[in-house]
């Protein structure tokens, strides 16, 4: 949008390829990445594109301080790790990294047995990614069946079924298993049974009830955040987030915007949506034009929550024991 208002635009990116999220975060089988470098390729638009950069604080205050305005826009990139023993071991992954490298060709050798850790939409992703890969999958969770957020969408959980992916729920991971190479050879687990609330209970540990399931490979997928070490004291954060006036997308600092994830909206559409308005802002600014001001409301997804069917309508899927 920038650039279609007539300015130099720079881009810097952590990836050595444009296309960010869509690229690395999506799986082949879901987002066809020929269409990716297609539509995001920032030569043709006159921009330059400047990748394999990771933007220190210090590297971010001297972007701040050498152009007219800076749009951080870089998602909830930072995985979170379940913090158990043994997580260091060869065949450990989160999500993210995992589905990265094989939408860059790097997929890892030798997948055959997978265990997922977690049950939103990235642990969809990289069951599915698994899957492709050769492997045979189990879905682990720490709820019941009825209460996988992957069920909010039946028809995902079909698919999902129909591929061979299997699920283990009611348990949590304690440590890692590896052998004298180093290698993850299975995990231990503990039975959960579910506490209050009964909208959204607590999973709770059942002492003794200790048990190994056998694998080759670990893939983390139990949430992500905003990486916010980059910014300096003059951004104000607020629960994980960056805190921006609504109205034009600006931070506490003058010259620096932000849109997307970093700010709480979730999805393509809005992070895109945010970034045009921060856009018009800056446009307005550099022309000394009244500035146009936008609905100042979040944009967010809202999902009503919804038991997952039976596993009886799920033949497929009846979890794992």
Not at 103 to 110: D, F, K, Q, R, Y
Not at 222 to 248: Q, T, W, Y
Not at 281 to 307: C, G, H, N
């Amino acid at each position: 949008m920038l650039r279609r208002l007539g300015h130099e635009v720079d881009i810097y990116d952590m990836l050595h390829v444009p296309g960010g999220t869509l690229f690395s975060g999506y799986p082949p089988f879901r987002m066809a990445k020929f269409g990716v470098r297609r539509d995001n390729d920032p030569a043709a638009w006159g921009a330059r594109f400047f990748g394999g950069v990771h933007v220190t604080r210090e590297m971010f205050e001297r972007i701040v301080n050498d152009y007219d305005f800076t749009l951080a826009t870089i998602g909830i990139h930072h995985p979170y790790m379940v913090g158990i023993d043994g997580e260091d071991a060869d065949g450990v992954w989160n999500a993210l990294d995992f589905i990265a490298a094989v939408s860059m060709g790097t997929a890892p050798a030798n997948v055959r047995r997978a265990l997922i850790i977690g049950a939103g939409g990235t642990a969809r992703d990289a069951c599915r990614t698994a899957r492709r890969l050769g492997a045979e999958v189990t879905v682990c969770y720490r709820r019941s069946f009825e209460l996988l957020e992957l069920g909010r969408d039946p028809n995902i959980l079909g698919i999902i079924g129909s591929e061979g992916v299997q699920f283990l729920c009611l348990v949590q991971p304690t440590r890692v298993l590896s052998n004298g190479d180093g290698r993850v050879t299975g995990v231990e687990f503990l039975r959960t049974e579910l506490g209050p609330p009964e909208e959204n209970p607590v999973a709770v540990p059942i002492d003794g009830t200790e048990f190994v399931v056998e694998c080759d490979t670990v893939v983390e997928a139990i949430g992500e955040g905003a990486g916010l070490g980059m910014f300096p004291p003059s951004i104000a954060l607020k629960n994980g987030h960056v805190v921006v006036d609504r109205a034009d997308h600006r931070t506490s600092h003058p010259k620096v915007f932000a849109a997307g994830e970093l700010i709480g909206d979730n999805g393509n559409d809005t992070a895109a949506l945010g970034a045009m308005q921060a856009a018009f802002t800056m446009d307005s600014i550099l022309r000394d034009e009244p500035l146009v001001l936008f609905d100042s409301r979040p944009f967010a997804r809202l999902y009503t929550r919804r038991k997952t069917p039976p596993p009886s309508q799920f033949p497929w899927a009846t979890p794992v024991r």
